[in-house]
């Protein structure tokens, strides 16, 4: 059983466009983090949000905690092809153990 | 701060063999974790250090698998007589945890079981 569900698993689309990510959950989190990861190398932490409704933002990456903390999304205005990558959602669950929950990923391709 | 680092980066055994990989976290952080990335899937959770005592276990872990953080600082993870279904990306991270909980990645190391 997927505790975290991520979508889209992929998406192709053209320089300039937007696009969402989405992960939901039946459970609450205490944190969720996104991470990027590049093939053959370990995922990169961009953010954490920890407060419900909480919005970060990332140059053109906003990111939104869900107010009952138990989805978030990630959004990415004007894409350019540097964007290209595998998106992780990770919850952390309030047991305070750090031990992350991870989504399937979302692979994102920007053509120019 | 150097980030945390694994060796080898690649690892090529035939079945039946074993194998031992090591991490060395970011200096003074005290958490460490262990996990296992399959293609096309996120990473799932192993094991986690709390410096040198190992607190949690996933059933993931079979028997074949151990992990150790003798001294609180590196951990090395060993798998006994490898199966083609332990073919994955083992990452490692590492967390201060009065530091935010921020989980820091390892660049991982790729296992293939022939």
């Known amino acids: 059983t997927q505790l975290l569900e991520q979508s889209p698993q992929f998406l192709s689309i053209q320089e300039g466009e937007n696009l969402t990510v989405y992960c939901n959950s039946s459970?609450?989190?205490?944190?969720l983090q996104w991470y990027r990861q590049e093939p053959g190398e370990g995922p990169v932490l961009l953010v954490t949000?920890?407060?419900?409704?909480e919005v970060k933002k990332l140059k053109r990456l906003t990111f939104q905690f869900g107010d009952a903390r138990k989805d978030s999304s990630l959004h990415i205005t004007a894409a350019q092809p540097g964007d290209t990558g595998l998106y992780l959602c990770a919850g952390e669950r309030p047991s305070n153990t750090g031990k992350l929950i991870f989504g399937q990923g979302t692979t994102l391709q920007v053509k120019p | 701060d150097t980030g945390v680092s694994q060796n080898p980066r690649h690892k090529i055994t035939k079945r039946g063999q074993n194998v031992t990989f090591r991490c060395d976290p970011i200096?003074?952080?005290?958490?460490l974790y262990w996990y296992r990335q399959t293609l096309g899937q996120g990473p799932e959770f192993l094991t986690y250090?709390?410096?040198?005592?190992?607190?949690?276990k996933s059933r993931l872990l079979s028997d074949r698998f151990s992990a150790e953080r003798p001294k609180g600082s590196f951990s090395t993870l060993e798998i006994q007589r490898t199966e083609q279904g332990d073919s994955a990306m083992y990452l490692c991270a590492s967390l201060r945890d009065r530091g935010g909980m921020k989980q820091f990645f390892g660049p991982g190391t790729r296992l293939t079981v022939l």
């Open positions: 200096s003074e952080h005290n958490r």
């Open positions: 459970s609450v989190f205490s944190s």
């Open positions: 949000v920890v407060t419900g409704g």
């Open positions: 250090f709390q410096n040198e005592a190992q607190l949690e």
